[in-house]
C-alpha cells in the first residue's frame, strides 16, 4: 500500500552554513537525554544486530557521486541510542532552519540534533555536508544508516533516518510534523538518492 505523495517545499538546510545547535532547556535534555538511554539499553538487550529483512521495501539507489570527506566513524553500538533519540521527536513541527524540540526541526536539523546526543563534537547542518561526513552504504540498510532524497533538483536535497522495515524518519516541510514514512512511498521512492552512514 502506497502513502500519498507529500510535497517538500523546502532545501531542507542545505543552503545555510554549518552552526552549533541552539541552545536547551536542561530539565527537558535531561529528560530526553535519560528516555534516549533507557531505550537504548531496553532496544540492546532484543538487538540481534540482523541486517533489515526488508530489503524490497526499499527502492534502488540512483547514488549520487559524493566522496566521504572526514567521515564520521561512530561504534555500532551507538545506532540503537541514535534511533531511540530520533524517535522521542516524532510529531515535532516543521521548522524551517529548526534544529531542537522546542524550535522544530527541519530535515538536516532533526539529524543534526539526534547525532548531537550520541557524539559530542561539532557536527554538519546541512544535507550536503552530512553526505560528505558519512560513508556509502553498499550493503542492505541497516538502522542509523541517512537515507538522502532529491527533491529539489540536487541529490542531497533532503535526508532522514532509515529506523527499519522498509521505514525512514525526517521532517517533511512546511506544515508538517517529524513523520515515520515508507522507503516504498510513491513520492519519496522515485527521488531516493543513496544510503550512507556515519557508524564504522
Request: aromatic fraction near 8%; charge should be positive.
Amino acid at each position: 500500500m502506497h502513502q500519498a505523495p507529500i510535497p517538500l517545499s523546502t532545501a531542507c538546510g542545505s543552503d545555510r552554513a554549518a552552526s552549533p545547535p541552539a541552545p536547551q532547556w536542561p530539565a527537558r535534555r535531561l529528560l530526553l537525554l535519560g528516555a534516549a538511554a533507557t531505550a537504548a539499553v531496553l532496544a540492546g538487550c532484543a538487538s540481534s544486530g540482523k541486517r533489515s529483512s526488508s530489503a524490497a521495501a526499499v527502492p534502488k539507489a540512483r547514488g549520487g557521486g559524493v566522496p566521504a570527506v572526514n567521515p564520521l566513524a561512530l561504534s555500532s553500538d551507538l545506532r540503537e541510542a541514535l534511533l531511540a533519540r530520533t524517535m522521542l521527536v516524532v510529531n515535532t513541527p516543521y521548522t524551517y532552519g529548526g534544529n531542537n524540540p522546542e524550535g522544530g526541526f527541519d530535515c538536516s536539523g532533526l539529524i543534526q540534533w539526534a547525532v548531537a546526543g550520541i557524539h559530542a563534537s561539532r557536527l554538519p547542518r546541512t544535507t550536503a555536508q552530512w553526505a560528505q561526513a558519512s560513508s556509502p552504504v553498499n550493503r542492505d540498510l541497516q538502522r542509523g544508516d541517512f537515507v538522502f532524497f532529491n527533491t529539489l533538483g540536487g541529490a542531497y536535497s533532503h535526508m532522514g533516518i532509515y529506523v527499519g522495515n522498509g521505514q525512514f524518519v525526517h521532517a517533511p516541510s512546511s506544515g508538517g510534523t517529524v513523520q515515520r514514512v515508507r522507503m516504498d512511498n510513491v513520492y519519496f521512492a522515485k527521488r531516493f538518492t543513496e544510503a550512507r552512514s556515519i557508524f564504522a
